[in-house]
């Protein structure tokens, strides 16, 4: 005569965790994404903060109003910023304005990120 074993996990008792995990991460989900959107938004904030400043730098030594980012950005020696980073595939602007906002968009291909300085 065979005995049954009562060890391991019913069926059901599967079923429930599985569908904890699922709710967990229901709730978990959302929240990760809040807080990335958020995280992708400051660090561009911050990229159109150090373009106004390098703007605002070249306004005063050369005595101009516009300025393009590429006398701006990169390594050569009169430039002042080595690189902008994207995080989230945003596009900043070409030229920069003295007195105009700065604006980045397409950031994560929907949001737009505003810096007034």
């Known amino acids: 005569m065979k005995t049954r074993s009562n060890k391991g996990f019913t069926l059901v008792e ?3 965790v599985v569908v904890i995990i699922g709710l967990l991460a229901a709730m ?3 929240a990760f994404q809040k807080v990335r959107a958020s995280s992708q ?3 561009v904030t911050n990229n159109l903060r150090q373009l106004s400043a390098a703007a605002d730098q070249y306004f005063l030594e ?3 109003s516009t300025v393009g980012s590429a ?3 990169g390594t050569n020696s009169t430039q002042y910023i080595k690189n902008v980073a994207t995080v989230a595939g945003e596009g900043y602007p070409t030229n920069l304005t ?3 906002t700065l604006t980045a968009t397409g950031v994560a ?3 737009t990120v505003t810096y007034n300085n």
């Open 28 to 30: 978990a989900i959302p």
């Open 98 to 100: 003295q007195g105009v």
């Open 71 to 73: 006398d701006l950005v």
């Open 14 to 16: 599967i079923m429930i």
């Open 62 to 64: 050369q005595g101009r």
């Open 41 to 43: 938004d400051k660090a």
């Open 109 to 111: 291909g929907a949001r």
